[in-house]
DNA sequence: GTCTATACCAGGATAGAC
DNA sequence: GTCTATCCTGGTATAGAC
């Protein structure tokens, strides 16, 4: 019988994790200090050190889920019936991130810390394979279904247009970030305008 | 008359600078220490801090040099004739990332940066904002030239399609680091083949 | 200008009381 | 589980000799 309730643990975790998050959107996770943490979440050195074994297991927690809610989305939006054309998928992942993050500015920081952090790296390469996979076979299913394509031609093609569809992702997320007047409707409506169908 | 000569000066601050950017590289700025640097350089603290401030300004220096080498390129590009097609100042800069500094982890982790460091984002803003100018001017000169565009018809659909290029762009440098299968190649035919002329 | 040795401190983590 | 107070290491930067 635990002292206190799962319930309560994993509420007070989510505290820690969304103050941490706040912070680090503010000042990036090396220049957020512990003692930052602590303030933001009004808590104590104790109690945060009571859920996470330090600042680096914070950094992962975030990292995934962060990361992790972005490839669910896709991947619930790729499931629905009728299928979203291609150019959708860039407004769901934008979307989600709004509504979960705020903004895009973790994300690039994951990015960046992808270079220096093994952990960090195989979550944004895990993340990066299953997006690949999922946005394929996303890719392929709507060449066969809306342009009546075999199979082979369909797979080609949606080989051929993955990598742009990942651009437009990462582009938005990118320019959201970190370009001063980045105009999110202006920005969906040149990737409808202009990616392949 | 200084004691020792200005190119001598010129090339120990590369030397170190060149040093600083294999060891960023590797470990990412933050996990990077001053002894690390030291030790890549093979020199010692005192000769480093003879000439940087610290490492502070060490990343400053590096930032600038990856970073603005990149717009040079491209403004260099754009200013040829005949103009090349707009796919290819894609290329145009992902070559001279390879021939420079090897590979684009740096770039990625400067916009990570960026968040966090107040000097860097400037850095990093000045940048995006000369390219954002440069690229859409070269997209409304070739919808002149090449469509015979009317000048506010070329303005117009060279700023709906600049996000996108800048996106191509953005996205082949974070792939290019991030992804572990990436196919330069195979990217570059996609965005021949896929964004708009 | 460059070296070695070291001062100094920020900040992550712990101890012990409640 | 949480608090306050404190320890201690890693890492930046400097001192002083050459």
Partial sequence: MPRVTDEYRAARRDEILTAAMRAFQRGGFHATSMADIIAESGLSAGA???????????????????????VGDLERAMARDPMPAPPGLVRVLTDGLVRDVGNASLLVQLWGEAVADDDIRALVYGVFTRLEAAWGAYLARWQERQHGASPAEAAAIATNQLPLYLAAAQGFILQSALMPRFDREKYLAAVEAHLPQ
């Fill in 48 to 70: 945060i050190y009571g859920h996470f074994e330090g600042k680096h297991a914070i950094i992962q927690s975030v990292a995934l889920q962060v990361i992790g809610s972005r």
